[in-house]
């Protein structure tokens, strides 16, 4: 088992800084431009694990793909053009893929096979096979179908009317990408709004696609054009920098170039409302997504409520949040996210094992996290990822509050979403 120490006791995290491209953006990117005639070219890609896993999954059913760095070429086949693949195909550690590739599975009339690691195995799948079976694709795997390995039989599709049941954009993506390779209107109402990058970007791939209310409806049989994406950088990512300067009286931390959707900007609302000292501009627009700079300074934190339309804002965040909160004055209590628990790892056990172990006090429930903050020095020692890259970095974010070292277990899961972590983390340190 690999492991790590990590010691960065620091005044200040300051200076300027870029993330890496978006990780949501940069699956759809690869998935899109393979179902649309031409070429496309996408830049600023996430070359974390589980985005060069959606690559590979598109290059096994013949997609033509070239990988230059961050700069990949896609030659799209059009919306039937994926090939039967001669291998199961591995899915990795990726849920974003696994669930939104079955989608597309679904609407296209060849048989697969797809399995994943030990994590991705036990995640739950019925939640897109549930849908996409009444919309006429069949689905067998471990579980009465429930988890992977799974084989998926597509073919016509019949559109369907379908309220989420859980507040997913993975499952509202999953639906609207099957909903492409039918002969009518998919609807998909989400009672909260979730990240709506699928909409944008079938938009950019010239999709005429229509929000009213909270209904998504998408006629099918449309032809997707190749285009040129430029991935923003990841907010999420970001969001580890952010909240390390948020706890540090004398920093000043600039994130440069960041996508600031309003569906994924809820770290920023959060800090705010806790008395973080942010500010955000939006720079630009490319496509339909704005990006912009993050500036954000430290200061004192009080513990506030996260609940309800906040949480698929910030579900990604959560990890990093109850770090902040074990340093803000008083109760920060977060509740209506048991979707934690159905992450790469449940985030609820191992927030409150990890936070607990370093001196916090925090207990876990159903749905959320009850943490009494206060600003202090958190104990150092041994403490494992979970191999979940989320849980990893907010473990190394920890290491700004401790006298003793941090010795972090299996810390490759951080390549993930984020190989360049521990890089930018040094150039952001002051001495
Ligand atoms: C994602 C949606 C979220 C998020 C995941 C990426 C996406 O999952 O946690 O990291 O790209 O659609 P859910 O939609 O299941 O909440």
């Known amino acids: 088992m690999s492991s790590m120490t990590i010691s960065r006791r620091t005044n200040a995290v300051k200076g300027m800084i ?15 431009a393979a179902l649309s005639n031409g070429t496309s070219t996408i830049n600023n890609f996430l070359t974390g694990e589980d985005c060069l896993t959606t690559i590979s999954a598109f290059q096994a059913m013949g997609i033509h793909i070239i990988q230059n760095d961050s700069e990949i070429t896609v030659h799209g086949k059009g919306l039937y053009g994926l090939e039967e693949s ?26 697969y096979c797809l399995y994943g690691d ?4 036990v995640r739950p799948m019925d939640r897109v096979t549930i849908p996409l079976s009444k919309m006429g694709a069949t689905f067998d795997g471990n579980q009465q179908g429930r988890l992977l390995p799974m084989s998926v039989r597509g073919g016509e599709v019949q559109p369907i009317e379908y309220t989420l049941p859980i507040n997913s954009a993975q499952i509202k993506s999953s639906i609207l990408l099957a909903g492409l390779f039918t002969t009518g209107v998919t609807k998909v109402v989400e009672p909260v ?19 009213e209310g909270n209904t998504i409806s998408l006629r099918g049989q449309q032809q997707l054009e190749a285009t040129d994406i430029e991935v923003p950088g990841d907010i999420s990512s970001a969001a580890f920098f952010i909240c390390a300067a948020a706890l540090k009286a004398d920093s000043d931390l600039v994130v440069k170039d960041v996508g600031l959707n309003p569906t994924r900007t809820g770290i920023i609302d959060v800090l705010k409302r806790m008395g973080a000292t942010i500010e955000t501009r939006i720079t630009r627009y490319i496509g339909d997504e704005p990006i912009g700079d993050v500036t954000v300074q430290g200061g004192p934190l009080n513990g506030i409520t996260i609940s309800g339309a906040d949480i698929p804002r910030v579900i990604d965040e959560i ?18 996210a048991e979707d934690l628990r159905y992450k790469e790892t449940d985030r609820i056990q191992a927030v409150v094992d990890i936070l607990h172990s370093m001196g916090v006090d925090i207990i876990g429930t159903e749905d959320g996290l009850i943490i009494n903050g206060k600003p202090s020095t958190l104990k150092g ?3 494992h990822s979970y191999k979940d890259h989320r849980i990893g970095m907010m473990i190394a974010i920890a290491s700004l509050l401790t006298d003793e070292e941090i010795t972090l277990q299996e810390p490759d899961c951080i390549s993930i979403s984020y190989p360049s972590f521990f890089a930018h983390f040094d150039q952001i340190l002051e001495d």
């Open 18 to 32: 870029t993330v890496p491209g978006d990780k949501s953006i940069s699956h759809r990117s690869i998935m899109l």
């Open 381 to 383: 020692g041994e403490y």
């Open 86 to 111: 001669s291998q199961p195909i591995n899915l990795g550690n990726s849920g974003t893929t696994t669930r939104l590739l079955l989608g597309i599975l679904a609407g296209t009339p060849h048989h």
């Open 193 to 211: 709004p979730t990240r709506d990058h699928t909409e944008r970007m079938l938009t950019a791939f010239g999709v005429d696609i229509g929000r």
């Open 319 to 336: 990890p990093i949040i109850a770090l902040l909160a074990s340093q803000a004055e008083g109760k920060t209590l977060i509740k209506d």
């Open 118 to 121: 030990e994590s991705l195995s």
